[in-house]
């Protein structure tokens, strides 16, 4: 058996016809090992590709071009069982805290229908002790939560609640699409504990889709930066943030609103059209129409990823084809100075 859980092996994904069509997703590999567990963080502007590889792994849509192997085996080759099973190892938590539930059902619903439909309690008396016990992980009491309805509960307690029902089928991984966007930033901190919490007490692996970086830099063991549906730059989130190598990761990571009155954020930036170079038959760098350091060969060939420091950290660039080389290091970014979305 594997020693990944997950193996995303030259994965493409086109909507639209194959030869024209928009790529999402293009030529993306990666491994996530069993163990440890890790918080991985996919981040990026939107539209770069973050949650169509969440989709992917969900089995919600195929990829056009490429495997993704559980444990070994392709996805998209699962029999009947072993689609179920995956589902049950592999689990979501969308964006939306206030969407996904049925407002004329209790919250005890929500765990109800897992217990049904997973067979997971033989009596009553244990699906109590298993909701419960979900619960518990993530900071909340039954007896606060199970009888009330969801308009009668905080974002937060709604988005912990999702969390908690995951994990009462004691995935393997989980996808967490955004899942604290659209929560008040008081109550961010404590989902975050959470997932940080069931990394490690539960041995639960996360993909952390985002494009908030300070949050990135908060909870991420690695973190990929997607511009276009390529990788720009990965590997251990805080070398990534606080030494980037990558032009537009540098770009990004300086776009980051500073609270200083005396140097004023300079607001919209004009930026060149893109689409282009979204087609499956576009050269070159996907960067290439707003790299301050690009060069005539980044307009026809793609840079593969370079090695630019310890413990697997690459960035697609052609200024590290002959190997690292110094860039500006922000070693002096806190947590305080990013908050803001990028």
Same mark, same amino acid.
């Given at each position: ?26 030529? $993306? ?13 996919? /981040? ?27 444990? *070994? ?17 592999? +689990?979501?938590?969308? @964006? ?55 308009? +009668?509960?905080?974002? *937060? ?35 975050? =504990?959470?997932? %940080?919490?069931?990394?490690? =007490?539960? *041995? ?12 990135? $830099? @908060? ?5 990929? #930066? ?24 540098? #770009? ?29 038959? /576009? ?11 690009? %060069? ?23 200024? $590290?084809?002959? *190997? ?19």
């Amino acid at each position: 058996m594997s020693d990944n859980l997950f193996e995303i092996r030259n994965v493409s994904k086109i909507y639209g016809p194959e030869d024209t069509g928009l790529v999402a997703l293009s030529e $993306y590999s990666f491994s996530i090992p069993k163990e440890p567990a890790k918080i991985i963080t996919i /981040a990026g502007e939107s539209g770069s590709g973050k949650s169509t590889l969440g989709e992917l792994l969900l089995r919600s849509s195929p990829p056009t071009r490429g495997e993704i192997l559980f444990e *070994g085996v392709d996805i998209w080759k699962f029999n009947d069982q072993q689609k179920r099973d995956y589902h049950r190892h592999v +689990q979501a938590v969308f @964006q939306d805290p206030f969407g996904v539930y049925n407002p004329f059902y209790r919250i005890r619903h929500v765990f109800d229908m897992v217990l049904k439909n997973y067979r997971l309690a033989s009596n009553a008396t244990q699906g109590r002790e298993l909701t419960e016990e979900a619960l518990n992980a993530v900071g909340l009491r039954g007896d606060d939560v199970l009888e009330k309805y969801p308009h +009668q509960l905080s974002g *937060g307690q709604r988005q912990r609640i999702m969390i908690a029902r995951a994990t009462m089928l004691k995935p393997k991984f989980i996808v967490a699409d955004e899942p604290v966007s659209m929560v008040d930033a008081s109550l961010r901190a404590s989902i975050l =504990d959470v997932m %940080m919490k069931l990394r490690d =007490d539960f *041995g639960i692996s996360f993909l952390y889709v985002t494009h908030d970086l300070s949050t990135a $830099y @908060q909870i991420g063991d690695q973190i990929l #930066l997607l511009y276009q549906g390529t990788v720009a730059e990965h590997g251990n989130a805080v070398d990534v943030i606080t030494q980037p190598k990558h032009p537009y990761v540098q #770009l990004l990571i300086d776009s980051v609103p500073k609270p200083d009155p005396d140097n004023p954020w300079p607001g919209e930036i004009e930026l060149p059209a893109e689409e282009a170079l979204r087609t499956p038959s /576009a050269k070159g760098c996907r960067f290439c129409p707003r790299c301050p350091q690009r %060069m005539p060969r980044c307009e026809t060939e793609s840079p593969e990823r370079y090695d630019v420091g310890p413990d697997g950290h690459q960035a697609a660039c052609f200024l $590290y084809e002959n *190997g690292p080389m110094p860039s500006k290091t922000k070693e002096s970014m806190s947590v305080d100075e990013s908050n803001e979305h990028v």
